[in-house]
């Protein structure tokens, strides 16, 4: 089986950020723990802020294919908020790293480009007109506000109070404008399975 370099040395960043701050590893550091060379480390990445989005995208995202209208976009959710609870100091270590190609920026700007292509599978052939682009953009800006703040507050709140806060978001800013039946939206339909299950987890 091939050594996957990459992952090698995104898995040594998380092992070495347990004990130390992101700020505090640098290329060296992540050189002597993993074996491979300086060299190796800048064939696979331009610098530290590259490999810290490469071990977000890697261990956090949840890669759902925006072209499947049947996304359970509560589970969805749940998954990804569960990753990030795993992932927490990697996550807050991450958003003190300040600069052009900082991890905050990169979740802001991945979940928007998700969730344009989503709801364009859901518009269907023709573009979706600029207003609702916007919308959209101001929907996912919003939903990664929540999560960011969540974070930065050291994951302070029920993740069931945090998704359902999410998906209100989601469900006010986009059903009325891409499903003229609203029960037909992902947003509508999570919003019920999330009251579901936290009552559930109260009974």
Known sequence: MAVSYKDMISDTLLELNQSKSLKKITVTDIQKASGVSRQTFYNHFKDIFDLIQYTYTKNIVIHWDPKDKGLDFCDHLLQDFSRTMKYRKFLKDAFDLHGPNNLMDYMVDYCIDFEQKWMQTFYGEEPVPDVMRRAVTFAAGGAMYIKI????????????????????????CLTPLFFP????????????KIRKIIQENKA
Request: glycine share 8%; hydrophobic share 35%; net charge negative.
């Open 181 to 192: 039946v609203k029960e037909e939206s992902p947003f509508q339909q999570a919003g019920e």
């Open 149 to 172: 703040r969540w974070i930065r507050g050291g994951i302070d709140r029920p993740l069931f109070d945090v998704v359902q806060d999410v998906i209100d978001n989601e469900n006010r």
